[in-house]
């Protein structure tokens, strides 16, 4: 991959509440290369969010506890000021969010939301933001752009929202486009044309993507790279297509069993991943996944590290060799 | 757009029609009548000398024809408390003065109201956040007339730096004959309720948008905190105020006989009260057709105040184009 682009070492997220501190990311790290596209999945709760949040300072509780440190371009992204890291925010680093729905302001024109950012970082005058955003809806793929310019959001579908909320992260050409299960919300078709505009801007403009999913399905249809998140920690994380062929944590091929798959007698029942994940606000002191796993032992009392069992393929479990 | 409120005009004449007749209904259905004895008798030829002067020794239903012919054309007849004047004079005569009370008021009350409203929303759980919602609280329960008196008894008696009553005529003025400084008491007992109903409000809608979606994507661009709250929070939170606040304004216009009396405003608050008591036909009616005019007029404002703020609303419409 080169050089990173992005190094997340450590990340903690915290959130006191009053019934204890929930603990919603326990120590990420993770490094994105330059034109990378990488893969954060897991189920809900497992911090995924919070944890691309964390990183733009965007988490809306004040009292919540962020530590560790997220190197972007050599600085620490938690230590800089906050007109430092509005500077960054949809400017070198964009977010794409989950529902297109809610995430585009109803009473502004689609134009207006597509170049504030444009006019904010880079100070152009209105009528040089307006062809640039013209530009942009050209580039995702709206039709009548020159047009549809004018119009609000509620004059879009789903889908064509989406591609607007990529346009507006887009409207920087930041260097990381970070997007929060931008696809959850949209039908199958329309998740496909995303995906393949994404992979599209990748090659053209040339930024990282850090996509976030539940959606095995997607990952392997877009990633480079995967990692696993587990009830605020990162279980695994391997290159796409040794993840699918040779996941190594139980978690990861509970995950993969439980897809439905094309070439499987259809008899046999789907297979579930038994229980529920572990409280966040009473961390258990063993590893996570121990209430849920098959292959426990003494020995998972103690929670594992994240170690390397190829030079690309990590994973935090005690027992990869049996597996 | 103008088709529609045409149709809305039209509408609130139908309104003012159905008000007149419930009205006109009721005042005649109560007991007692503008020219009973309340001390000696009248000499009975003297009294039904008197109804026939004023058209009273009629069927209801044709005094209403009558009152109605004369109305439509802006003759809303003589007042039975001040038979020496007309209707229309001494409304226009006393109103001049209950809006410039009213407008003063609104003015101070939305003013003061949405700026706490914000600054609350934006420092919530903070000490001006706990102060705001208390100081609302109070202005909500605690009646006018009884901030009046405290007003009174600190300001005037106690302290004696502003006049205990009077509108125009304290000789200290900002402009003229305006803004002197026998307005300040009875604006501020006056505003109070209505500034504690419009921070509240404005805080709950503020807090209500801060917590949206497109907030956040707003603040994931990059854009400084005013610029969120001046083109994302402000605009989207117009909208549930203009319903609840929109409708504070006829009350404040039409003045208050509490505030009123307790500041010896000649306003038109009071007429509201005495014409009913002493069963002033002519001047019940009109205060009631005014007030239902200004509430129809408010309506059809804010109607249109949405299709300013909102785009997704669009009055009369018939379909997407």
Known sequence: MGEALLEVENLHVHFPTPDGVVQAVNGISYSLGKKEILAIVGESGSGKSVGVLSLLRLIPARDCKVQGSVNFEGQNLLKLSDPEMRELRGNRIAMVFQDPMTSLNPVLRIGDQIQESVIEHQGISEKIAKSRAIELLELVGIPEAGKRYRHYPHQFSGGMRQRIMIAAGLACEPSILIADEPTTALDVTIQAQIIDLVKKLRREIGMSVIWITHDLGIVAGLADRVAVMYAGKIVEFAPVDQLFKTPQHPYSRGLLNSLPRLDARSEKPLEAIEGLPPNLINYPASCPFLERCSYQTEQCQIPPEMRSITTTHEVCCHHTEKL | ?321
């Open chain 2, 1 to 321: 757009m103008l088709g529609y409120i045409c149709g809305r005009i039209f509408a609130l004449m139908m309104i003012l029609l159905a008000v007149s007749i419930i009205v006109f209904s009721l005042m005649h259905s109560v007991p007692g009548g503008p020219f009973d004895e309340r001390k000696g008798r009248l000499p009975p030829a003297a009294k039904a000398n008197i109804l026939k002067k004023y058209g009273l020794d009629q069927p209801v239903w044709k005094q209403y024809i009558n009152y109605m012919s004369h109305a439509v054309r802006f003759d809303f007849g003589i007042p039975y408390q001040r038979p020496h004047t007309t209707v229309a004079k001494l409304i226009s005569k006393s109103w001049a003065i209950t809006v410039q009370v009213g407008l003063t008021t609104i003015v101070v009350a939305f003013g003061f109201g949405i700026l706490a409203g914000i600054y609350a929303a934006y420092h919530q759980n903070s000490w001006v956040d706990t102060l705001v919602t208390f100081v609302s609280s109070l202005g909500v329960t605690v009646p006018n007339f009884v901030v009046a008196m405290w007003l009174i008894l600190i300001f005037a008696v106690s302290l004696n730096w502003l006049p205990m009553g009077g509108w125009g005529s304290s000789g200290q003025c900002l402009i003229d004959k305006y803004f002197c400084t026998d307005w300040i008491l009875p604006v501020v007992a006056y505003a109070i309720a209505p500034m504690a109903i419009v921070a509240r409000y404005t805080r709950a809608s503020i807090v209500e948008v801060m917590g949206e979606d497109y907030v956040r994507t707003a603040r994931a661009k990059g854009l400084s905190e005013i610029k969120v709250m001046r083109k994302h929070v402000l605009r989207n939170a117009q909208i549930p105020m203009v319903t609840a606040l929109g409708t504070e304004i006829p009350n404040l216009i039409t003045g208050s006989i509490f505030i009123e009396s307790t500041f010896r405003i000649n306003g038109l608050g009071k007429y509201f009260v005495t014409s009913t008591l002493n069963r002033d036909y002519p001047m019940i009616m009109a205060t009631f057709l005014l007030v239902a005019f200004l509430w129809g007029i408010l309506y059809l404002l804010t109607d249109i105040a949405y299709t300013m703020i909102d785009p997704r609303v669009r009055l009369g419409a018939k379909s997407l184009s």
